[in-house]
């Protein structure tokens, strides 16, 4: 099961619930930052030290991953198979520096 800590208002969150959207992955969203609190907990803080969102948990590869491109790259890669991933490391670095400069 993928869980997903962030709110809805987030644009850093937003691209991760549209990357989970498209590859129709199951997820759980638990609110987090900002007027719903939760990030500054002792729980959250033990999963990202930041205290910031978005924070992903993926059960079925025992991974906690925070920072919203680093989680787009890895559904991509882990899901998105033909889809979101390009196999071609030249074609694929073109289009994460568009995501990474925006």
């Known amino acids: 099961m993928i869980t997903l800590w962030g709110r809805n208002n987030s644009t850093n969150v937003k691209k991760v619930l549209l990357t989970l959207e498209e590859l129709e992955l199951p997820y759980e969203q638990i609110l ?3 007027e719903f609190g939760i990030n ?3 729980d959250f803080l033990a999963m990202n030290p930041n ?3 978005p924070l992903l948990r993926d059960d079925e590869s025992d991974l906690i991953l925070w920072e919203s491109n680093a989680i787009v790259r890895y559904l ?3 899901y998105g198979q033909k889809r979101l991933w ?3 490391p030249a074609r694929r670095a073109e289009a994460e520096k568009w995501m990474d400069w925006a």
């Open 86 to 88: 390009i196999d071609s």
């Open 76 to 78: 991509a890669a882990q």
């Open 51 to 53: 205290g910031l969102v």
């Open 32 to 34: 987090a930052g900002r």
């Open 40 to 42: 500054h907990d002792t």
